[in-house]
């Protein structure tokens, strides 16, 4: 029975039972802040589970695909290694949200394991919950499943729920007992049934869990009874495939087989049984869904995570000798696999490919650098020794390898890393990095008062008291005229650097007291402090203060921040839902905003990125600001940023057709913008571009100014700016044809040159003729044609031209075929060169070369007749 046949029966078999066929959700958790990858069936179902959401059916299937390459579910480090071990995997689950419960769930699995799949049912065993006598009896007296053959599991594993049988999502929340279905692979394989000495064996294997969720546990640990019971099952596609195709490994299944072919054929490896290719074949199928997911292989985060695995994967090319790209051509053999399960795979071929290609480019230039350097420090260790943290560093600092990557190789060499080593050098790292930094810190000072209440939404002015006043991050309780200070107050209209937008400036008064504000930063989460330098009369804590903003520079501000949101909508609509905000910096001059995308902006969708935002802005759409959870939020189509951490209420921001999360300040209406406008895009990062651009009066000043440039432009070349562009390809095309011109007078004077210069020749033994010649002002380009034409005139010669020009020595020998046998021109250039400080080389009827000690030159060219003499008569 084939992987697709499987699969598909699955959801069949369910949709029968009255489930709805639900599609896999994307690897990257929608509302998870836990998660760094979705990692199990449930995961796009765990809101329902909660009672936080709800669907429209009660009974659902799936087949989820994974990713366990990142955070708390990892295992990375054991693909290769191991038979069941992946970072991709496809979960098929069954579901009840209080619909049916155990007798149900256990009824199904059976069905379809002995009747549709066919097992035999004497080869499955059963483990229930040790306290869940309710499942044991289904099993035993319904399901007829022999007593020998289910196994009762405690809770005494020190909290390692699913595996000992009792499930829950996290410390509180849902949970319940759950019943595991193994497959005995027979006695000819090593291992015990769960819950003997031998269980880590391979001889039975898990292959289903159903869980139970019937109690919800509260923060005291009370086991509270759920009102609608439910059940989660997960069942992994490679592990039943195994199974069902009679083979004892997950990489031995038609599916896998097909892709370790492909890894071979690119490899060029020969032997279908390396541990290599089942690393290569596993990990294109977790870079090719990431990437069709929206992940772009960066430095952090789930980028991070893809990069060290595409780089893994290339590690493993290269220790089959493969170190030209190769990996991303694997995708075509993932689409024919999976293609027609996952059409999303189909429609991003291409995508998928350059990002891979691209990667992969960035590795190979530094791969065999770095291997190279691996080895080195290997050579000089023993097998149980330690590879030093520096060296560890070293290569992940430098040569970009994942710290993973290199524990991989050494482990195979039977050598230990030195972690805390590498965690000591990377601290060191950061500490530099924070003593050359320039950014200001705002966090450290010891407040203890009460929050700030943030007042700027409705108002740019408003009364606050003074809370703490902090002197070179010492609290003092006064401050008079000329005092650098930062000020805390319980109430401003100020509005603290947050969310890539900068913090505001303006002035606090009181009596004669005048604070100039230049920046306004966080000193705790919702504590404000205000930077600046008091002006005149004095301060102190408790004073109330009277606190205005400056108008101006809010605006300038708010008008590139709401901009920014309409870019960010129009970015994804142009380029692609890939598109993910990477960092961005919103101030009174302009925006600049960081995206995860892997090629350039091209003119064309620029324009259309500017067309689409100056709509929005000519709609005057209003900008609307409503409170509600973050999951009502994000189902309401609102984007949040994965970096971001969001309380339980979420501000959401509606600015034309963007719907965002957002806490900062914006415009009234989108016709407060004005005008946008693109200034500059470029590359920052690996699969990071960069776009700045201005709005409102800056982007009429950037236009004026442009249009200026543009007008002095034409002037100069006496025309009119709608002609310029015809005007500038004329110039070139006459440019063009001068230079021409030149090149043939050039060639004119080096045969005039040439001519001259052959009735300078001395003679050699058997009517072989020697020039030596230094060309005082030549063009160095044009030697070696002056070289070739003397040697079509001197018929049998050796020829060695130079000149000098700005400090630079050029030489160009040539020798005539009959000649080289004894006289090489890469020979006598390189003799002459050497003596001038430089260095020279080529064929052995020409070669060129240079120097820089001219000098030097007379002499070395003295030596030129000797030296092809006594090479003729040797």
Not at 295 to 308: A, D, Q
Not at 349 to 357: C, Y
Not at 520 to 539: P, R
Not at 686 to 702: D, K, M, Q, S, Y
Request: proline share 3%.
């Amino acid at each position: 029975m084939k992987t697709t046949e499987i699969r598909q029966k699955f959801l069949s078999f369910f949709e029968s039972k009255g489930h709805t066929v639900v599609p896999s959700s994307s690897l990257i958790p929608a509302n998870d802040p836990t998660l760094l990858f979705t990692n199990a069936g449930m995961v796009q179902f765990k809101d329902v589970f909660t009672g936080k959401d709800s669907r429209s059916y009660q009974r659902a299937v799936s087949s989820q695909r994974c990713v366990r390459a990142g955070g708390k579910h990892n295992d990375l480090e054991n693909v290769g290694y191991t038979a069941r071990h992946h970072t991709f995997f496809e979960m098929l689950g069954n579901f009840s949200f209080g619909d049916y419960f155990k007798r149900e769930a256990i009824a199904y699995s059976w069905e379809l394991l002995t009747e549709v799949y066919g097992l035999p049912a004497e080869k499955l065993w059963i483990t229930v919950y040790q306290e869940d006598d309710e499942a044991y009896d289904i099993w035993l007296n319904e399901v007829k499943v022999p007593a020998e053959r289910i196994i009762r599991i405690g809770d005494n594993k020190g909290g390692r729920y699913a595996s000992d049988n009792f499930w829950q999502m996290a410390d509180t929340g849902p949970c319940g007992p759950c019943s595991e279905i193994f497959y005995d692979h027979g006695p000819q394989i090593w291992g015990g049934p769960p819950g003997s000495p031998e269980e880590d064996g391979d001889r039975y294997i898990e292959i289903w869990n159903l869980v139970f969720m019937q109690f919800e546990r509260d923060a005291l640990g009370n086991m509270l009874p759920l009102p609608k019971p439910c059940v989660d099952t997960g069942m992994g596609l490679e592990r039943i495939a195994a199974v069902l195709q009679h083979v004892h490994s997950n990489y031995e299944i038609d599916l896998f087989q097909a892709l370790i072919s492909a890894a071979a054929r690119e490899t060029r490896t020969a032997d279908l049984s390396n541990n290599s290719l089942k690393v290569i074949a596993d990990h294109i199928r977790a870079c090719g869904f990431l990437v069709v997911d929206g992940v772009i292989p960066s430095n952090e985060g789930r980028g991070y995570v893809l990069r060290r695995i595409v780089r893994r994967a290339l590690r493993h090319g290269h220790k089959l000798g493969q170190t030209k790209p190769f990996f991303h051509r694997l995708v075509k053999d993932l689409v024919e696999q999976m293609g027609d399960a996952y059409p999303e795979l189909v429609a991003n071929q291409a995508r998928v490919e350059q990002v891979l290609r691209q990667e992969e480019e960035r590795f190979s230039e530094t791969l065999e650098n770095g291997m190279k350097i691996l080895e080195s420090a290997l050579a000089g260790l023993s097998e149980g020794s330690q590879l030093d943290g520096q060296t560890l560093f070293t290569l992940y600092d430098t040569y970009g390898f994942p710290v993973d990557l290199t524990a991989d190789i050494c482990r195979e060499r039977n050598v230990e890393v030195d972690l805390a080593g590498f965690d000591v050098a990377m601290s060191r790292q950061r500490e530099q990095a924070r003593a050359a930094g320039k950014f200001k810190a705002a966090g450290g000072l010891s407040y203890q008062g009460v929050d700030t209440r943030f007042e700027g939404y409705e108002q740019l002015q408003g009364q606050g008291n003074i809370t703490a006043i902090y002197v070179d991050g010492t609290s003092v309780d006064r401050i008079d005229a000329g005092a650098e200070a930062i000020i805390v107050l319980d109430a401003t209209p100020f509005y603290a650097e947050s969310g890539g937008q900068v913090g505001d400036a303006g002035v606090l008064e009181s009596g004669d007291a005048r604070f100039e504000v230049s920046d306004t930063q966080k000193v705790q989460a919702n504590v404000f402090g205000h930077h600046g330098t008091l002006a005149s009369g004095s301060l102190q804590v408790g004073q109330t203060i009277q606190a205005s903003v400056d108008a101006e520079r809010r605006a300038r501000t708010i008008r590139n921040h709401s901009a920014t949101h309409l870019m960010h909508k129009a970015l994804r609509q142009v380029l692609g839902g890939h598109v993910q905000q990477r960092g961005s910096l919103v101030d009174a001059d302009k925006t600049r905003f960081d995206f995860a995308h892997d090629a350039p902006v091209t003119a064309a969708q620029i324009k259309e990125i500017e067309r689409i935002v100056n709509d929005e802005i000519l709609q005057n759409h209003p900008v609307q600001v409503n409170h509600m959870s973050y999951d009502e939020a994000v189902a309401g189509g609102a984007v949040a940023l994965f970096d971001e951490k969001y309380g339980d209420v979420v501000r959401v921001l509606d600015i034309g057709s963007s719907r965002e999360l957002c806490g900062g300040t914006h415009v009234a209406r989108t016709g407060d913008i004005g005008l946008f406008k693109i200034v500059s895009e470029g590359g920052v990062a690996a699969g990071v571009r960069r776009i700045e651009a201005v709005t409102g009066v800056n982007a009429l000043n950037w236009v004026q100014e442009t249009q200026a440039t543009l007008n002095h432009a034409a002037s100069l070349l006496k025309t009119q700016p709608a002609d310029l562009a015809d005007r500038i390809q004329q110039l070139q095309s006459q440019l063009k044809s001068l230079e021409r011109d030149l090149d043939q007078a050039k060639s004119k004077l080096a045969t005039s040159a040439g001519n001259d210069l052959a009735g300078q020749a001395v003679a050699l033994p058997g009517d072989s003729r020697l020039l030596v010649a230094n060309i005082d002002g030549a063009d160095p380009k044009a030697l070696r044609g002056m070289a070739d034409q003397l040697k079509d005139k001197l018929k049998s010669a050796v020829v060695l031209l130079a000149t000098e020009a700005e400090g630079k020595i050029s030489l160009v020998a040539g020798v005539t075929s009959d000649l080289t046998g004894k006289v090489k021109a890469g020979e006598l250039v390189g003799m002459v060169a050497g003596q001038v400080g430089g260095k020279g080389g080529g064929r052995p009827d020409m070669a060129m070369g240079g120097g820089s000690d001219a000098a030097a030159l007379p002499g070395a060219i003295a030596q030129v007749h000797d030296w092809v003499l006594a090479r003729l008569q040797g």
